[in-house]
C-alpha cells in the first residue's frame, strides 16, 4: 500500500497546511463520488476499478491472448490519453527495453503519438517483414496524428493479409457510438472495443484504452484492476491520514505558498513513461484559467548529473514528489578487487540497491537543504498490484487537487487551439477565412 512521508515539508509550510483544508478535500471527495461537481460527467472513473464491465474485459483478454498467438508485434496507434497510460504499464511493469527482454508475445510498438515522418517509417520498417495486428485507439475517433498513422497501417496490413485478414488483425477502442474512426470500424467490421462517455483520456488507463495493449504485453491485468480497486476502497476513507488528502493538500498548500513547479521523480528508468503519463493527468487537469503547478520529471541519479544543479541551486519554484520502492526485483553484489585502483573496496559485497538508497537519501537532504520540499511516495515492489494502486492514487488525488485549486480537473479546453490552426493551415474544409489569416500572419 501507499505510504507517504510528509516530513520533508516540514519548515516549508504552516502548521495547519493540512488541517485547514480537511473541509475543503471532504467536499471535493464528495464532488468526486456524487459527479456533482464541475466536469462531474467524466468522474466515470471513480468507481471504475470496481464497476467496470466484466463482459468487456473477457473480450479483452480473449483478444490479448489471440495477438500473443497470432502476432509478432502489435502497433498501438493512439497519443495523449490514448498512448501515455498503455506504454507507462507495460515499461513500468518490465522496462524501456521489453521489445528485447520479452521472452513471449508481440513487441509492443506505439505510433500515432506525433507527426514524425521517420519515426513512423521506422515503426513500419519494423513490423511490415512479421506477423502483426494494429490497435487504434481514440475516443473522439477524430485526432489528426493516430487517424493518419491508421490510414497508412491500415493500408499495410490489407496490402499483406488482404481485406479479410487485415480485418482480424486490426481492433479498434472508440466511443461507444460516435466518431469517424467507429463509423470505419462498424463499416469494416473491426472488433471494437469502448472508451466509456464518463471516462475521460487522461483517466482512461483501466479501460480498454490501456488494458487492451497492456494485456498484449503479457501483464495480468486482473491484478492491475485488483490493485487499483484495493486503493479505491482505502482512498475514499475521508481523514487526514489518507494519502491522497495529504498529497492533494500538500500540492495546494505548496502552490499557495509559491512553488510553481512539481518534480516527479523516480530512481527507475522503468518508470520514465510513468511519469509522462503523471504529467499528463497533472497538467491537464488543473493547467488552466491561468492557475496550476507545471508537472515535470525526472529520472535519478541520470538527471542528478544533468537538472540536479538547477534542482539544488537555481530559481527556488519548485518541490520533488519522489516515487520511492523499497525493493528490487533482483539483487547485484558490488565485487571486490584485489587491487583496488577505482577504491571502492569500501563498498565490496554491498548489494547495489544500498548505494541507490543512500544516492536517495542525500538528495534528499541536499535538495531540502537547497530550498525544495520534498515529498516520498513509497511503495514496497515494482509489481503489477501495486502499480495498479499507484495509478489509482494518482488519478484520484489529482481529482481533489483540481478541485482544491478551484478548476475543473476533467475539461481540456487548450489542447483545441493548436487543432484549429493546424486544421486551417492544412487546408480543412470550412476553416477557409482563419487559414487566410494564419497565413498572413506567419509571413
Ligand atoms: O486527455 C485527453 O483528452 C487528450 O490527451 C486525448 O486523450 C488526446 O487528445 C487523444 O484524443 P482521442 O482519444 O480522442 O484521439
Redesign the pocket.
Known sequence: MIHLDLSKLSGFLPEDWLSSRTDALSQARDMLSTGNGPGGSFTGWVHLPRDYDRAEFDRIQQAAQRIRTDSQALVVI???????GARAVVEALNSPNFNLTRTSGPAIYFAGNGLSTDALLEVIDLVKDKDFSVNV???????T???VAFRIFKALLEEKYGKEGARSRIYAT??AHK?A?KGLADAEGYETFV?PDAV?????VLTA?GLLPIAAAGVDIQALMAGAQTAMESLDVPGTENPAWQYAAARHALYTSGKRVEILAAYEPSMRFFTEWWK?LYG?SEGKDGKGLFPASVEFTADLHSMGQFIQDGERIMFETVIRFENTRRTLEIPNDPDNVDGLNFLSGKPLSFVAEQALRGTLLAHVDGGVPNLIIGLEQRDTRSLGGLIYFFEYACGLSGYLLGVNPFD?PG?EAYKKNMFALLGKPGYEDQKAALEARLH
Open positions: 493512439g497519443i495523449g490519453g490514448s498512448y501515455l485507439i481514440s475516443k473522439s475517433g477524430t485526432t496524428e493516430p487517424a472508440t466511443d466518431g474512426l472508451v475521460g483520456g487522461r483517466y482512461s484504452v499528463q491537464e481540456q489542447v
